[in-house]
């Protein structure tokens, strides 16, 4: 049985932790997937890197089905830009920073290299709102956030509003 995992907060410093390559594809990875897709589900997200949830693994589970019945599992993920790409922008939000939203430019053609949950590896040209959810979460698992595409006096509001609501 999957179990619920609290998600950090932004500006939790352990977001900043840049995640190590997963070596071993045991049992334990697997618990901690389902236990992902199970924090990610409750809280209503799409996707979650292991690093929101202070494990710091190149570990991403996502889910994009309306039914929310189709996940996706991507270990040690990695991507390019293609060439021809344009710009895409997209609202997103974040499981670790509750209540914002932001238009966020991505490149919109990337090449995908990951492993599966048993070490096999996989490569994808992914399209759509999967590529802008890869980049996000492939952000995380390099310490980055969705606030630094801001300016520093937008991120310093987003910082204290979150500080007061969360601490």
């Not at 500006?11 to 389902?34: G, M």
């Not at 929310?68 to 609202?91: A, D, T, W």
């Not at 090449?111 to 490569?123: A, M």
Request: charged share 30%.
């Amino acid at each position: 049985m999957a179990k619920k995992l609290k998600i950090l907060i932004f500006p939790d410093p352990r977001l900043r932790k840049v995640a190590e390559k997963v070596t071993k594809f045991d049992k334990s990875l697997q618990i901690l997937a389902n236990d992902m897709l199970e924090t990610m589900y409750d809280a209503n997200g799409i996707g979650l890197a292991a690093t929101q949830v202070n494990k710091h693994i190149r570990l991403i589970v996502m889910d994009l089905s309306e039914e929310r019945n189709q996940p996706k599992i991507f270990v040690n993920p990695s991507f390019k830009i293609l060439k021809g790409h344009k710009m895409y922008e997209f609202e997103e939000g974040c499981l670790s920073i509750p209540g914002f939203n932001e238009t966020i430019a991505r490149p919109d053609k990337i090449e995908l290299k990951w492993q599966d949950i048993n070490g096999k590896v996989h490569t994808d040209t992914p399209e759509g709102l999967l590529t802008v959810c890869i980049q996000h979460e492939i952000d995380h698992l390099e310490g980055k956030l969705m606030v630094d595409y801001i300016s520093a006096l937008k991120r310093d509001r987003v910082r204290n509003k979150l500080l007061k609501e969360y601490n």
